[in-house]
């Protein structure tokens, strides 16, 4: 069994990544209806844009989270899925948190922080695909 880095090995990643993709979409989905009712007439057009892109790719990634549940399954040995899974949470975090906080509070400096999670999000890509060029 691989472990995630810096948890404790008690903490098994594929359960960890399963609960997580299980709670994103719930995410996902009531931010995306809070924005199309809450925030339409509140915030400025472009920050609901922005708004909407950060639910957008936080869905995205709620799924590649899935992929790396498949992922330890199929590769348990290697622990590139594990890296890949933590660089979606941080993108996630980073990417979207930062679209959806920049929508609430209309600092527009806070885009500057956004494609820090999309580089987390590529890096993540990458990591799943070289694990699946390894086990060839």
Known sequence: MVFAPGLAPAVDPGLFFIVASLCCPFLSVGLGAFGAHALRGRVEESMLANYQ?????????????????????????????????????????????????MAFTGQRWLGAITPIGGVAFIVGWLLLAFAAWQAK
């Open 53 to 101: 892109t950060g639910v957008q790719y936080m869905f995205f990634h709620t799924l590649a989270l899935f992929v790396v549940v498949l992922a330890l399954t199929h590769w348990p040995t290697s622990r590139l899925p594990v890296w890949s899974g933590w660089l979606f949470l941080v993108g996630i975090l980073f990417f979207s948190g930062s679209l959806f906080i």
